[in-house]
C-alpha cells in the first residue's frame, strides 16, 4: 500500500526527537486545556512539550524586555497547543481509516525501530527501562509515542507529501522575475589579512614596529601568506590570513572602508586600531550582481516546493478541523 510505503520512508529518514521531560520552575495546576473530539489535551502536556532549550533561547533574546518575553512564551506556548491540537486530529484521522480498512499499520516496523533504538541510545533493554522510568515514562508509552509519530509524518507525507507537488519550469522562472533583489550579491571580496594585537609583553608602539617590519618585507618581495602564517595572531593564520569571501557588512567597519578600496592583488597601508595593527592584501573582488538563473533553479524550486508543501498541510489540517470538534478550556 501507498501509505505503508510512507511509513516506510519515514522510518529511515525522520527519526523520533528525544522524549521531553518535565519543566522546572513553577508546577502548572493540571487540567483539560482542549477536548478534540473525545480526546483531552491537558495544560500540563503542554508544558512538557516546550523544552528548556527553547525557553532558554528567548530569555537570552528578550531577557531585557519582560513584556516581550512574555508575548513570546505565550506564542510559543498558542503555537504548541496548535501542533497537538494538528497531532491528535491527524491520529483520529488515520484511526478512522483504519476501522474503515483503508489503512493498515505494519507493527513490524515499530518493532525493529524499538530494536534500533535499544541499540543505538540505550544499549540493552534494562537501561532503557530505567532511563524511561526516570523521565517519567514507561517502555509501552514511549512505544505508543513511536508509532504516533511514524503515523502522523506517513499521513503528512499522504496528504502534503512531496510527491503531490510539481513546480514547473515557468513557475520558477516568474518567480526569480518578481524576486530580483532575493537573489542581489552585494560588493564581495576575497581577502587575507594580517592581525598585530597588543598585548602585554607588546604595547602599541612596539606592534606598530612590527607592522612595519613586515610590511618592509612584503614590499621586499615576501609572499603576504607566508609572513601571515607566521607572524599574525588570528585564527586564519594557518591559512595564510585568508578569509572566506566577505561582503561590506560582514567585515569589520573600520576595516572595510580600507580594504574595500583595494583593488585585486593590492596591499594595504598599515592599519592601526586601539587593539592593535593590521595588512590587509585583496584577492578578488566580485561586484555587486543579481546571480543568473541557473545558479538559484534549485533553490528557487526547494522554496516553492515547501511553500506548496505548507499550503497543501495547512487546507488538510482545515479539513479535519471542519469535520471535528474542537474545544478550548482557560488555564485554571
Known sequence: MRFV???????LLLPLGAVQGAQSGPQTVNGIAVKVNSAVITFQEIEDQIDEKSLRL???????????FRQQVE???????????????ILEE???????GNYKFPE???????????????????????????????KEAFRKRLRDDFIVRAMEMKNAGWEKIIVSPHKIETYYAQNPDKFKVEDEIKLRIISLKNRPDRDAEATKKKAEEILANIKGGASFAEMASLHSDDSQRSEGGLWPPVYRDTLREDLGKV????KPGETSDIV?????CYLMKVEEFHPAHVKALNEVRAEIEKAL??????????QWIERLKTKSFVSYFPAP
Not at 528567548?58 to 531577557?63: D, E, F, K, V
Not at 488515520?94 to 474503515?100: C, H, Q, S, W
Not at 534500533?116 to 541510545?121: K, P, Q, S, T
Open 272 to 276: 592601526e586600531r586601539e587593539d592593535g
Open 108 to 138: 513490524s516496523y515499530i518493532d525493529d525501530e524499538m530494536k534500533r533504538r535499544i541499540r543505538d541510545r540505550f544499549g540493552d533493554s534494562v537501561t532503557m527501562i530505567k532511563s524511561l522510568e526516570h523521565e517519567g515514562m514507561t
Open 94 to 100: 488515520f484511526k478512522a481509516g483504519e476501522i474503515a
Open 58 to 68: 528567548l530569555q537570552l533574546r528578550y531577557g531585557r524586555q519582560p513584556d516581550a
Open 305 to 314: 516546493e515547501t511553500e506548496e508543501q505548507r499550503r497543501l498541510r495547512e
Open 5 to 11: 510505503s510512507s511509513i516506510a520512508l519515514t522510518a
Open 75 to 89: 506564542k510559543l506556548k498558542s503555537d504548541t497547543v496548535e501542533l497537538l491540537v494538528e497531532r491528535l486530529l
Open 259 to 262: 580594504a574595500f578600496q583595494l
